[in-house]
C-alpha cells in the first residue's frame, strides 16, 4: 500500500496503472461501513484509491470540524488489511491552496433536509468529491446510503457535468442493536447512546406501516416523528418522507420514498434513513 500527501504522486500513480481504478472518499476514522465500501471496490475494481480527508468546506463555522475524530495510522493499519492499493491523505493547504475560489454547487436536491439545517455542507461536498475524481480517475466511486441525500447528490453532479465515473451506493452498516455506524458515535455518552436507538426503531415503525399498506405520507411520518418525540434525549431535526431521487416530500407513497431522520443527542447529531419502495 502507498500512501500519498500530493495531488502530482496521485496523478502520476494513475498514469502507470492500468485496468479498472475504484475509490472510496472518506473523512478517515474508519469503522466497519467505510470498510464494507472498500472490499466493494477491491472486489469490482484492479485498484482501489481511498482518500481519507477531513474536508473543511463541508463544515460550517459553529460545528465539529476540530474535534472531528482522527486516527490516521489506525486508518491506514485498517486499510493495509482491507489490501488497498492507494491512500491519498493531504493537507488541507493541498486541496486548496492559497488562493482557492472555486466551487461546486448543486441546486435544488440540496436545499433540503441536510442542506436545510447545515446550507454550505453540500457545496463542500461535491467540491471535494469533484476534486478527488479528477485527480483519482476512477471508474467507480463507492459511497453509504446512510448519507442518502449525499449520494443522491453526488449522482446528480455526475449526471450534469457528464463525469465518467459509475457512482455506487452500499447499504447502510448498523450495530447488532441497530445504531447506524458513524464516525460521530464516538461522541455518545452511554445514555445517549441508548437514547439513539429512537432513530432505527422509528424507521422499523415507517416500515411496518408500510408492509402493512399504508400509503400516506403523512401518516407515516407522524408515526416516525411520534417516536421520536418521545425519547426524552433527542432533539428533532427533521423527518421526512420524499421522492428518493428529488427528495421533494411526497403526500402519497406511490414511488420509491426516502424516509430520513436527524436528531441531536446532546452535542451529537446523527442520521439515518430507510427507502420503502412499492412493488411495480
Partial sequence: MQVFRTVREVREWRASVTGDVGLVPTMGYLHEGHLSLVRAARAGNAHVVTSVFVNPTQFAPNEDLDRYPRDEARDLA???????????????????????????????????????????????????????????????????????????????????????????????????DGLALSSRNIYLSPDERAAALVLSRALRRAEELFAAGERDAGVIRAAVEGMMAAEPLARIDYVSVADAGTLEELETVDRAALVSVAARFGVTRLIDNVTLAPET
Fill in 78 to 176: 485498517l486499510l493495509e488489511a482491507e489490501r488497498v492499493d492507494v491512500v491519498f491523505a493531504p493537507a488541507v493547504d493541498e486541496m486548496y491552496p492559497e488562493g482557492f475560489q472555486t466551487y461546486v454547487t448543486v441546486d435544488r436536491v440540496t436545499q433540503r433536509l441536510e442542506g436545510a439545517s447545515r446550507p454550505t455542507h453540500f457545496r463542500g461536498v461535491t467540491t471535494v468529491v469533484l476534486k478527488l475524481f479528477n485527480i483519482a480517475q476512477p471508474h467507480r466511486a463507492y459511497f453509504g446510503q446512510k448519507d442518502a441525500q449525499q449520494l443522491a447528490v453526488i449522482r446528480r453532479m455526475v449526471r450534469d457535468l457528464d463525469v465518467p465515473v459509475e457512482v455506487i451506493g452500499m447499504p447502510i452498516v448498523r450495530e447488532a
